[in-house]
């Protein structure tokens, strides 16, 4: 089978490779040989011109395959919001309110509970929640919440707080982020959004957060919760001041964590929503409006490329981008379209437009129409059922009204 996938990559090579500078092919190169880029090569793949890009999209595709095979993956899942009150005061942030501002809120743990409850009646296997640091929010909330849940659905997986929430929760109990975190397993934590990461860069988080969850603080954060038995995600946010420099010190620096411990289930890129973000309205002149098509395409390809060996899974945000280019993305490296979300808020409070939610037989048809095969995950990427080509999932309505909008327009 090796011999196999040598051969045709061989075969291919020629026409992959017919007008590519030749730093660039020795890199990709090198990637087939399973030899990783380094941090000075990420950033050279970022630079692509248009040959270039599509010989590094090809190889992308290539590694995803060997990886993955054709299976595509997603997770039927609810996200939930506990307040989006907050006064960290990040420039990007178009979702933190303060108390006294219209739409505030802070749901009661029984409605965390109730909502939960009804995402497991619809046929979620996880809850993802995350809050804004609300100045109020006792730093034993965060057990609490997990308490409430575990003691009504005690298989439900609970994929919950951003390290920019364990390093408040932490700094409220007067716990170390180990003690804290161990509390936190034990009360039922399952896995860690691997959010608030931005862009791991002293000087883009300067600008960004003022640097109040510094890179050293989210690294140890996260290796913390790892070592723990916490795995994590990992996240970029992209497309607003930084540079390709910055992308590759971020992914360079995420390969380093999982080298170490081995935490991470998958690489997700945020591309920036601008819309509502005050780091955009108060310096449009600054600020880009969100990553380029073209930037979205490499930052997936070379996630995939850079990688490879290490972290399995690229995650496309159709929160972010919409179903039509999570599905494009397909076959650019990316495996996995994240979760169902039946209620997601977080990209929507930013102006994003892409709905709140992507039901589990609307997953299957763009996975279908990407000529891919569909599988249901669990948030460990254990898979928990393979749809058959025939099969017809009916009966899912949308959670909540879309007022006669269809994300699957594109395919009709
Ligand atoms: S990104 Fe998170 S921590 Fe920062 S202001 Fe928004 S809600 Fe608060």
Do not use: D, H, Q, R
């Given at each position: 089978m090796k011999d196999l996938h040598t051969a045709c990559i061989l075969v291919d090579q020629e026409e992959i490779f017919t007008d590519v500078s030749k730093d660039i092919r020795l890199i990709l190169e090198n990637c087939l040989k399973e030899k990783l880029p380094s941090l000075n090569d990420i950033e050279r793949l970022f630079l692509t011109n248009e040959k270039e890009k599509r010989a590094v999209l090809k190889i992308a595709d290539f590694l995803r395959k060997k990886v993955n095979g054709d299976n595509v993956s997603f997770v039927i899942n609810r996200n939930i919001n506990f307040t989006n009150v907050c006064y960290m005061g990040c420039k990007f942030c178009g979702f933190a309110k303060r108390s006294d501002e219209a739409g505030a809120e802070w749901i009661s743990l029984d409605q965390v509970v109730k909502r939960a409850k009804e995402a497991w009646r619809r046929g979620a296997t996880e809850v993802c929640i995350q809050g804004g640091l609300h100045p109020k929010l006792p730093g034993k909330y965060y057990r609490e919440l997990l308490i409430s849940l575990k003691k009504e659905l005690p298989e439900l997986h609970i994929h919950a707080?951003?390290?920019?929430?364990?390093?408040?929760?932490?700094?409220?109990m007067k716990l170390s982020y180990s003690d804290f975190l161990q509390d936190l397993k034990e009360c039922g934590l399952g896995s860690m959004p691997g959010t608030a990461a931005e862009i791991l860069d002293k000087q883009i988080r300067q600008q960004l957060t003022r640097n109040k969850l510094s890179t050293d603080q989210w690294v140890e954060i996260i290796k913390t919760a790892h070592n723990l038995g916490i795995p994590s995600t990992a996240t970029i946010m992209y497309g607003h001041i930084d540079a390709p420099r910055h992308w590759a010190i971020h992914l360079d620096t995420i390969r380093q964590i999982q080298t170490e411990t081995?935490?991470?289930?998958e690489f997700v890129p945020l591309s920036f929503v601008h819309y509502d973000s005050p780091l955009f309205l108060e310096n449009p002149a600054f600020v880009r409006p969100g990553a380029s098509e073209n930037e979205v395409d490499l930052m997936h390809a070379v996630s995939r490329i850079a990688f490879h060996g290490l972290i399995d899974n690229v995650q496309v945000s159709w929160t972010k981008l919409g179903a039509e280019r999570a599905r494009?993305?397909?076959s650019m490296g990316v495996n996995d379209l994240g979760g169902t979300l039946m209620n997601e808020s977080i990209s929507r409070s930013a102006g994003s437009n892409n709905g709140q939610e992507i039901t589990e037989g609307e997953m299957v048809k763009i996975i279908r129409s990407a000529s891919k095969?569909?599988?249901r995950r669990n948030t460990l990427y254990k898979t928990l059922k393979t749809y058959n080509t025939l099969e017809v999932i009916s009966g899912d309505e949308p959670l909540v009204s879309r007022e006669g909008r269809d994300p699957l327009s594109f395919l009709h």
């Open positions: 707080f951003s390290p920019f929430e364990i390093w408040y929760g932490a700094k409220k081995g935490g991470f289930t494009n993305l397909l095969i569909p599988v």
